[in-house]
């Protein structure tokens, strides 16, 4: 009860109007919850051939009860999130004049949407037993260090969390450091390359030729990468202080040879969420090479209209689906490991142009200055050198070496090491999280209000 006052208070202090619907939302899908449950009488702790029978020959009812549910939620979003993109496409397609519907986006409702779809889904599939602890549902949807900005929590992954789980001395330290950490990324690392990147997005495009684009195109991926991940560090450190484990939502992306090992590494709580509940249901790649494509083109369409009511984000999407489905028939993973890096850290570059442009034609501006924009007007070098500051440059060089999995490198070096260094390295990390946190707080004390990108989404 505590955790839930807490997690309400939490998201009140952003939009003290929107707990309603979420409210609204948690207790309908505890509704369904519940009659799904009533219907299958699915048990988690059944044995495997019940499980089986009741994912084959599911209910009418219970089926019925899914789909009202899923209907539900998707209305939630297609009404608050994405009502202003509808009419706006409308408007230009058909020629209208329609009024379009100012409604304030609710933060967070992108997540906590798809893990009450998780629930019900979950339930329907035999995987977990309906809760008959409404509160305890309240909690799963609420809860407030991922609420905001993910990752997205499967309700099978913390099921048992829910009920138990121990919270210690060593936990809350570890969690403390994981949290400080997260936000030294956000606050020292993306903040600074936001600088750069807003200052580039929001110049004429007369001023930007290929090296204004290639600055800006490397700025973002690190911005998005280190906000991103700094928030998700944030959010499995805080859940940590509670006796909550989450699993990772990155895995050094940056390092992949492929686009397909990208999305393996990158956002992982929300490509394991598209592949469990869409990419699988559809057929998955059970049913040929062509259908695996056709499902594959659906799953990114959807994963770009996720992250936000623009059509950026949907041509963002199709483009990653494009270069998976060219990795399907191109020998792409046997290139070398540096060419493989160099080829997916390009094809991810030029679909950030994408995801950051304030339009389509922004975009397209960007891309083609990136491949061909070899004019070096005064205004063009000026505004390229005017972000070649040396805090820029430092901390790039930083974000590079922090891309890389030093951690896992040295945590296998230092098995060698005897107990008494670990145990003083181990100190020591604890000590640099300490003085990371109060680096921020002192940045954050004297600078503006920097929100998460994912804030937006």
């Known amino acids: 009860m505590l955790l839930i006052v807490a997690s309400l208070l939490f998201y009140a202090y952003g939009e003290p109007l929107y707990i309603a619907l979420m409210l609204v939302s948690s207790v309908m899908n505890y509704a369904f919850g519940r009659v799904i449950g009533a219907q299958t009488q699915a048990q988690v702790q059944g044995k495997a051939q ?7 020959n599911p209910p009418s009812k219970a089926k019925l009860a899914l789909v009202g549910a899923i209907a539900a939620n998707l209305a939630f979003l297609a009404v ?8 706006e496409t409308a408007d230009t397609l058909l020629g209208l004049s329609l009024t379009i519907p100012l409604i304030a986006l609710p933060i967070g409702i992108s997540f906590y949407t798809f893990q009450a779809m998780s629930y019900v889904i979950d339930i329907y599939r035999g995987e977990v037993q309906a809760s008959k602890n409404y509160f305890k549902v309240l909690l799963y949807i609420s809860f407030f260090p991922q609420l905001m900005a993910g990752p997205i929590i499967k309700y099978h992954d913390v099921d048992k969390q829910l009920d138990a789980r121990v919270v210690s001395v060593g936990g809350i330290a570890c969690g403390l450091r994981r949290f400080s950490i997260g936000l030294g990324k956000k606050v020292l690392i993306a903040n600074t390359m936001a600088v750069v990147v807003d200052s580039i997005y929001g110049a004429p495009l007369g001023d930007v030729n290929v090296a204004v684009a290639w600055i800006g195109a490397l700025a973002y991926i690190m911005q998005i990468y280190f906000d991103f991940s700094g928030y998700s560090d944030m959010a499995i450190g805080l859940a940590q202080m509670f006796g909550f484990r989450y699993k990772e939502n990155f895995n050094y992306p940056y390092i992949s040879s ?13 490509s394991t969420w598209f592949k469990e509940y869409l990419y699988i249901p559809l057929g998955g790649n059970r049913k040929g090479k062509l259908r695996s494509a056709l499902n594959k083109v659906v799953v990114f369409f959807f994963c770009g209209l996720w992250h936000g009511a623009s059509w950026t984000f949907v041509l963002w999407g199709f483009f990653h689906g494009l270069f998976l489905l060219v990795e399907e028939y191109l020998p792409v993973k046997k290139l070398p490991k540096a060419v493989g890096v160099v080829y997916a850290l390009l094809v991810v570059s030029v679909g950030f142009v994408i ?7 922004q975009a397209g501006y960007f891309i083609v200055q990136m491949l061909s924009g070899f004019h070096f007007e005064d205004a ?10 040396p805090l820029f440059i430092f901390t790039f060089g930083v974000a590079v070496f922090a891309c890389a999995p030093w951690k896992l490198w040295l945590g296998s070096f230092s098995e060698r090491f005897d107990e008494t260094l670990r145990s003083f390295l181990a100190v020591a990390s604890f000590v640099a999280a300490i003085l990371v946190l109060l680096v921020c707080v002192l940045t954050l004390s004297g600078g503006g209000y920097n929100p998460f990108i994912y804030f937006r989404f």
């Open 355 to 361: 995801f950051r442009a304030n339009s389509l034609d």
């Open 50 to 56: 019940a499980q089986a029978q009741v994912q084959d």
């Open 80 to 87: 608050f999130k994405y009502a202003g993109l509808f009419v």
């Open 380 to 389: 063009c070098v000026s505004l390229a050198l005017q972000q070649l500051t």
């Open 258 to 270: 492929s686009i397909q090992e990208f999305w393996r590494r990158w956002h992982i709580s929300l």
